[in-house]
């Protein structure tokens, strides 16, 4: 089993920026494929980015893409999403995803383990 808690999230203004962090446990963390997905009200959960099990290669979704970046820390089994000029549409919760798969995918099925989630709200 894994276990994956989200936090950083937060209320800022447009423009502005935020830091999410996911922090692993309960398995060895440079096994796992790790991803960003969120959900905004009445939308279907949606991948954000996702980075490969040693960091070498990151994957973004085209509303991001510029704007975020992922990164991990696999001697601290942590997952970082630094998110830049933030638009009132990336307002959404935030979950922190992982699998044991060697590729990352952009459907959320092919991810066994989950987060909490953590909210990210975006004043225009």
């Known amino acids: 089993q894994v276990q994956l808690i989200e936090s950083g999230g937060g209320l800022v203004q447009a423009g502005e920026s935020l830091r999410l962090s996911c922090a692993a446990s309960g398995r060895t963390f440079s096994d796992l494929v790790m991803s960003w997905f969120r959900q905004a009200p009445g939308k279907e959960r949606e991948f954000v980015a996702g980075v490969t099990r040693g960091g070498g290669n990151t994957y973004y979704s085209h509303s991001v893409k510029g704007r975020f970046i992922v990164s991990r820390d696999n001697a601290k089994n942590m997952l970082y999403l630094q998110m830049n000029s933030l638009k009132p549409e990336d307002t959404a919760i935030y979950y922190c995803?992982?699998?044991?798969?060697?590729?990352?995918?952009?459907?959320?099925?092919?991810?066994?383990?989950w987060g909490q989630g953590t909210q990210v709200t975006v004043s225009s």
């Open positions: 995803a992982a699998d044991r798969r060697v590729m990352v995918y952009e459907t959320q099925g092919y991810y066994s383990y």
